[in-house]
């Protein structure tokens, strides 16, 4: 399949705030949920993917952390942010230095150790990035999300999810097939999705046609390959909504400007 590639800067329909000018408010929702332009509100398909039953590994790990499992779970959550952030910056040209102005380090060694991964891969395989941190939401389909990236790499098109995480779990790909659904009800073609792991036990450049490094590696599947996955994220959905027809989102208000007189 010939993949269509598009610059893409809109929001399709997708956010987590709403602006009132003329109550000069900003109102967020939890990180959940995203409102569409008509003032429905969309679940993102992290917190769909919940509702995926988790396996005995998960119980033995919760069981041995014990009361630290939050804490573990929050400085996860926090570090892919961070690294996130940081190949965003990076990817729109600007200088991601480790160092504060004031000589201080600015990050930890772990996140800059998977950061400098992600600039290998960019520097190894040059890929031309297409769309970088955008936000789709479908409401007939019911699931939106945010995409890491597209990046087109020689005549193949990527949908690439960046993970920090130890391990690959398989609640990714369905992650990936409900993205690759929302691009394509978009108008937008892949060829391929991947998961590009920042935090591999990976110690070569492996075989000819791998994309990997010493502790970073590109997991990659055929759309074609997908439909399971898809399949399987559906009834998550299903899942998920018997699970919550009542919720709602919670949310924030703030006033847009404070003067003190």
Do not use: C
């Amino acid at each position: 399949m010939v993949a269509l590639l598009f610059t893409l800067h809109q929001n399709y329909n997708m956010s987590n705030y709403i602006i009132n000018t003329q109550t000069k408010q900003l109102t967020f929702l939890d990180g959940r949920y995203y409102w569409t332009e008509d003032g429905q509100f969309v679940p993102s398909v992290t917190t769909i993917l919940d509702a995926y039953p988790k396996d005995a590994g998960y119980y033995m790990w919760l069981k041995s952390v014990g009361q630290d499992a939050d804490t573990i779970r929050d400085e996860a959550g926090r570090r892919g942010s961070t690294v996130h952030e940081m190949t965003e910056a990076y990817d729109a040209g600007a200088e991601v230095s480790l160092l504060t102005e004031d000589g201080h380090l600015g990050y930890k060694v772990s996140e800059w150790s998977m950061f400098e991964r992600y600039v290998e891969f960019m520097q190894r395989f040059t890929p031309r990035i297409v769309m970088s941190e955008q936000n789709f939401v479908n409401a007939e389909l019911g699931w939106a999300g945010t995409v890491d990236r597209v990046m087109n790499i020689g005549n193949v098109t990527m949908l690439v999810d960046i993970k920090t995480s130890n391990a690959i779990y398989p609640t990714y790909w369905l992650q990936l097939a409900a993205y690759g659904r929302l691009l394509w009800e978009a108008g937008i073609f892949i060829d391929q999705v991947a998961i590009l792991w920042l935090n591999a036990k990976t110690r070569t450049n492996g075989k000819a046609g791998d994309m990997q490094g010493e502790g970073w590696q590109m997991l990659r599947k055929d759309v074609s390959d997908t439909v399971d996955d898809l399949n399987l994220f559906v009834h998550t959905r299903a899942l998920w909504a018997a699970q919550n027809h009542a919720a709602k989102p919670k949310q924030a208000t703030y006033k847009l400007t404070h003067q003190k007189f």
